[in-house]
């Protein structure tokens, strides 16, 4: 019933469906109206994650350790909750510089060196070769299996048939021809595959509904509900050890630890998943519908993965049966020819889906980054000057895909027989994990280089191999036995399997602690010891702050010429002539130039330009290199580069240090203008001074000189007349000395050269004798004095010469304005708190309110137009001042017009001053 | 001890001094009275104000520094209000740019504190002099106008063209008239304007400015 030819049949309309879908997804692609574009396909397609070794490794996994197969999947769930930091990240970088795979992502962080991409892709392709052997077991074994329905029996060792009788091998070459066909039928400068998405998409639910449709028909066909399934399960002692969380693991615990660290990675690193998640993804929106889609995925898939196990385990107790088989053997067990057949379905479904993406990933990375950077460097093929390299590009990926595949089923020839299927898997989960030190790094460390991601990777990769690749050709009966029994050379410490005697862990612990050690040493390390050049540091910034850029480009120093029509031949080359028109034009557009008929400036954006789009047909590596030579790149001197780099940083830190700068300026200008309008204002009160001090001097000189002229030149003057004469001189030559001694009392006071000879003072004696003094000139004018001053002593401190000055002075004042005849000056005394306060009141006209404060400063009078009373020098009251502050005093004047002024000033007390010297 | 007739128009020039010092006022009045010259003393300007009375003839000596109104201030309110009278500015030596401002502003001259009795003598006495003059001319203005408002249209005409430099054979083609006719006019009109020849007919035509000023037709 289920003949060979049937299952081949079925096989093939299957995989005939998956490229019809392809082509149609291809079609609706090239019309513009892609089927992908959706983030629930985004999220479908990412599920190629679950493989053949899900499908039916799971199921074995769980048979023999319980729980032990959840890792695999907790890792992704895991990592996927972080993605929106990490691959946000990649997927920003990635679209930005065109990046066509991991080998191409890691390279251009550490400046697009050929020797690394070169390096991943090895690493890579080495790395990936047992799980696709993996997918070339499952599917052929599953067809043995199968195709003895409905006898169960275990498919003998492959090795006994010849090679044409192979199934392995036959499925390997048709897995191949699929994937030429998918993925290299023409060449696309950004590397999507949009056909091939939406098949994986397909696939990823055919073998969802697959697995579950197995699942519920063992749940609920053969048992009574998972309830009586795991009832039925705990009455047996083995079954019910394995359903103790972490029991059934070697090593426990740290085996769960590595076992999630390292799918965590693997969701990252993986060439297929770097493939689908980020060369595919076309919205960066997507993510978000794909990191809760995808671990629902994860979780519908493995819902049934224990109840599968336990009733395999139930129903085949003698273990006659292998756990990898028991999706398929249970459903032949009872007779269910067509579930069976959906189950090779789904599980041929998840190894192609597998097989197709990741093939496609490494050739690209093997053409790219392995093949085409030798090829270029070959003078002696030309490649440089050949038209169109495009057949030449399709040919490498064919020949690598098919170059993979038979790798892939060599490997499974030499080592596939002695494993299950999940060891296979997980030693190509450690080899990609070796990616994680210096992509992860590089996302989120500048200071990563070159050199040292080499070096890390070289170590990593070495310790991979060493301990796990090398047992595996052991237990193949490749390598003696002694190898890994003893060590090589008999040395215990270099055990591959227990390295420097670090023992009693599992084999993938083992390896994963030793190789990241070496590899996140090495990297850390020689990084730290070098430090990067222009390049790298360029592309460093490019990848670190990708997110903090606003405008996309690396092309900030980039420094060279090139001719646009060099530059358009040389994308013609790869794209074609029709593409790099394409590619020309937009960016003529996009920059409001001219294309075709003028020269487009080739300025570094457009060299930038055409480096992407070749990077997408032969990967920035190779795309550098031949860009390189047409733009005759200028060499830039790594110390001229820092500079720039040091000045682009600092940009910040200057604009920060002029915005204080100039504000610093703007005050020291503002305090300059104002130093400047009180030199001014000094100016102008200087020249006033001057003005004022000649007016002075001069009118009295004047009435001097012209009497005593007069008095000489005529005798015949009346004789009264002549006693006048010499009366104003007189008076006029006291008024001179008057105010020559004022002038230079002003002069001593303003330098600080009066001698002050304080003493203890009695006030009232002082006011008394200063009345006294003055009494003369107040009866000359008719005026009325009187002192109130009370009894006794008053005490003050001070120079009783200089206080005696002040009272004369106010006094005189007080006369000089006083109506002759009719006026009336008080003089009196009062006790304040800290110190005494001397009134001299007149009867006078008054000081305008405005004046009251000036009259106190240096030849300021109050302007007196009404009175016309005779002038001082304007130099008494500012004395006064001077020598009331100096005592520890104050002066002012209260007065209204017309009524009036009481200038007033106090002396602190004897006792007063004397405490505060103390103090 | 004021001169009699002080402040008529028709009186003795009389100097006016405004100074707020008393020693100097009482020398000014002692220099003045002692060489014949009307003085008359003042302490403010506003003082000044008061009692000048427009149009007597004169001078002012100003000191620059006063109380209250300054001499700067004084001598823009005289400008303002139309009263031409010479001033001569008494300061002190830190004033000199002062003065020398206030004399493009049309004072007359400015004498320096402390100054010889001689020296301010003789200024007033050329302010005098200057009022004089100034006075004069006013007066020839006055009756060159009044002349010229007593010529006819016709005789204008004439005058006008007799200015320009015109032969009568000329004007008359000009004016369309006989030559006779025109000799008539000429005669008729220097008899009007009191001149006995032709270069003083047009010295007080042009000086006067007499041919720009609105007609006014006696």
């Known amino acids: 019933m289920l003949s060979g030819t049937v299952i081949v049949l079925a096989a093939f309309a299957y995989l005939g469906l998956l490229f019809a879908i392809a082509y149609y997804a291809d079609k609706r692609a090239d019309a513009g109206r892609s089927v992908i574009a959706s983030p629930y396909v985004y999220s479908l397609s990412l599920a190629v994650y679950a493989t053949a070794w899900t499908f039916y490794g799971s199921v074995g996994r769980a048979a023999s350790d319980g729980v032990g197969f959840l890792p695999i999947y907790i890792g992704p769930t895991l990592m996927i909750a972080v993605w929106w930091v990490v691959m946000r990240k990649m997927l920003r970088i990635s679209k930005q510089n065109r990046i066509t795979s991991l080998a191409d992502f890691i390279a251009s962080r550490y400046g697009k060196s050929a020797a690394l991409a070169g390096l991943v892709t090895v690493i890579a392709v080495i790395g990936i070769l047992p799980y696709i052997s993996l997918q070339l077991k499952a599917i052929s074994s599953s067809y043995s299996i199968l195709v003895h329905y409905p006898q169960i029996s275990m498919p003998a060792s492959a090795g006994g048939h010849p090679l044409w009788q192979d199934s392995a091998f036959a499925v390997a070459l048709i897995l191949a021809a699929f994937t030429i066909a998918f993925g290299t039928r023409h060449l696309d400068a950004a590397e999507h595959h949009q056909g091939m998405v939406a098949a994986i998409a397909f696939e990823s639910l055919v073998k969802l509904v697959a697995f579950l449709a197995v699942g519920v028909f063992v749940t609920f066909g053969l048992f009574d509900g998972p309830g009586a399934l795991f009832a039925q399960a705990a009455t047996v002692p083995k079954l019910r050890a394995m359903m103790t969380p972490l029991a059934g693991v070697a090593g426990s615990y740290a085996s769960w630890v590595w076992l999630t660290v390292l799918s965590m990675l693997a969701i990252l690193f993986l060439p297929r998943q770097f493939q689908l998640t980020v060369i595919e993804n076309l919205d960066e929106r997507h993510l978000n519908k794909a990191i809760w889609l995808f671990p629902a995925y994860m979780l519908a898939i493995n819902l049934f993965v224990l109840p599968i196990a336990f009733g395999g385990l139930l129903h085949f107790p003698d273990g006659a049966v292998d756990g990898d088989t028991f999706v398929l053997t249970l459903p032949m067990a009872e007779h269910k020819p067509l579930l069976a057949l959906l189950v090779f379905i789904g599980g041929l479904s998840a190894a192609t889906g597998m097989v197709i993406v990741e093939t496609i990933a490494l050739s690209t990375m093997v053409c790219n980054d392995l093949v085409m950077p030798v090829l270029l460097r070959l003078r002696a093929l030309r490649l440089n000057e050949r038209r169109d390299l495009t057949g030449l590009l399709l040919g490498i990926r064919r020949g690598a895909i098919v170059l993979i595949l038979l790798l892939g089923y060599l490997y499974f020839k030499l080592a596939g027989e002695a494993y299950a299927l999940v060891s296979i898997g997980l030693v190509s989960f450690a080899a990609v994990a070796q990616f994680a030190p210096v992509a992860l790094g590089g996302l989120f460390w500048k200071g990563g280089t070159r050199n040292g991601a080499l070096a890390g990777l070289v170590c990593g990769f070495a310790v991979w191999v060493y301990t796990l690749l090398l047992p595996a050709f052991e237990r193949s009966g490749w390598l003696p036995v002694a190898f890994v029994e003893q060590g090589p050379f008999g040395i215990a410490l270099l055990k591959p399997l227990a390295l420097f005697g670090l023992g009693g862990l599992d084999e993938i612990t083992h390896a994963m602690l030793w190789s990241l050690i070496a590899n996140v040493g090495a990297y850390v390390g020689i990084s730290l010891a070098g430090s990067p050049t222009l390049n790298e540091r360029r592309q460093a910034s490019l990848f670190v702050d990708v997110l903090r850029r606003s405008n996309p480009g690396g092309t900030k120093f980039w420094c060279g010429t090139a001719s646009s029509t060099e530059l358009h031949g040389l994308l013609a080359r790869f794209l074609g002539g029709e593409a790099a028109d394409d590619a020309f034009g937009a960016y003529a557009a996009r920059k409001g130039l001219r294309w075709p008929g003028g020269e487009l400036a080739a300025a570094a954006e457009l060299v930038h330009e055409v480096e992407v789009h070749r990077a997408g047909a032969i990967g920035s590596a190779s795309a550098r290199v031949m860009v390189a030579s047409v733009a005759k790149e200028e060499a830039l001197e790594v110390d001229e580069v820092r500079e720039l780099l040091d000045e682009a940083s600092q940009v910040v830190a200057y604009s920060v240090r002029l915005e204080q700068k100039s504000r610093e300026l703007e005050a020291a200008s503002a305090e300059l203008r104002a130093a400047n309008e009180r030199l001014k204002e000094l100016d102008r009160l200087k020249d006033d001074f001057v003005a004022t001090v000649t007016h002075e001097l001069r009118t009295p000189l004047t009435s001097i000189r012209a009497f005593s002229q007069i008095l000489s030149d005529s005798p015949d003057v009346a004789p009264e007349q002549r006693a006048r004469f010499v009366a104003i001189i007189t008076k006029e030559t006291e008024r001179l000395t008057r105010l020559i001694d004022q002038v230079l009392d002003l002069a001593k006071i303003e330098a600080g050269n009066v001698e002050w000879r304080m003493a203890a003072v009695d006030l009232r004696t002082l006011l008394s004798e200063a009345v006294a003094g003055m009494s003369r000139v107040f009866e000359e004018r008719g005026i009325q004095v009187s002192l109130q001053v009370g009894q006794g002593e008053l005490l003050v401190r001070a120079d009783p010469d200089r206080l005696i000055q002040v009272v004369v002075n106010l006094l005189s004042n007080a006369a000089k304005f006083c109506a002759p005849g009719r006026g009336r000056v008080e003089v009196a005394l009062a006790e304040e708190a800290r110190g005494l306060r001397v009134d001299v009141r007149d009867n006078g006209p008054g000081i305008d309110v405005r004046d009251q404060e000036i009259i106190f400063d240096k030849f300021r009078q109050a302007r007196d137009s009404v009175a016309g009373q005779p002038q001082g020098s304007g130099l008494g009251l500012y004395i006064c001042r001077r020598i009331v502050e100096h005592l520890g005093g104050r002066i002012w004047v209260s007065s209204r017009r017309g009524e009036g002024s009481c200038f007033s000033f106090t002396v602190p007390g004897a006792q007063e001053l004397a405490g505060q010297e103390a103090a | ?218």
């Open chain 2, 1 to 218: 001890m004021q001169p009699p007739g002080a402040g008529d128009s028709g009186g003795l020039p009389t100097a006016y001094v405004v100074e707020d010092d008393e020693s100097i006022r009482t020398l000014w009045r002692w220099l003045m009275e002692s060489n014949g010259i009307a003085v008359r003393t003042f302490e403010t300007a506003a003082e000044f104000i008061r009692q000048y009375k427009p149009g007597a003839p004169g001078c002012l000596v100003l000191d620059l520094r006063l109380p209250g109104m300054s001499g700067v201030e004084l001598q823009a309110y005289l400008r303002q209000n139309a009263l031409e009278i010479p001033i001569v500015f008494v300061t002190a030596h830190g004033d000199v740019r002062t003065a020398v401002a206030a004399i493009q502003d049309g004072a007359f001259d400015f004498i320096e504190k402390p100054f010889s009795y001689r020296q301010a003598v003789s200024v007033v006495r050329k302010a005098f002099d200057r009022d004089a003059e100034n006075r004069q001319r006013q007066a020839r203005r006055a009756d060159a106008t009044a002349r010229f408002a007593t010529l006819t249209e016709r005789e204008r005409a004439v005058l006008r063209c007799v200015i320009a430099g015109k032969m009568n054979k000329l004007i008359a083609d000009e004016l369309a008239i006989s030559i006779k006719t025109v000799e008539a006019h000429r005669s008729k009109l220097m008899e009007k304007m009191g001149v006995d020849s032709v270069a003083a007919l047009v010295q007080m035509t042009v000086g006067f400015s007499l041919m720009d000023a609105p007609v006014t037709r006696a």
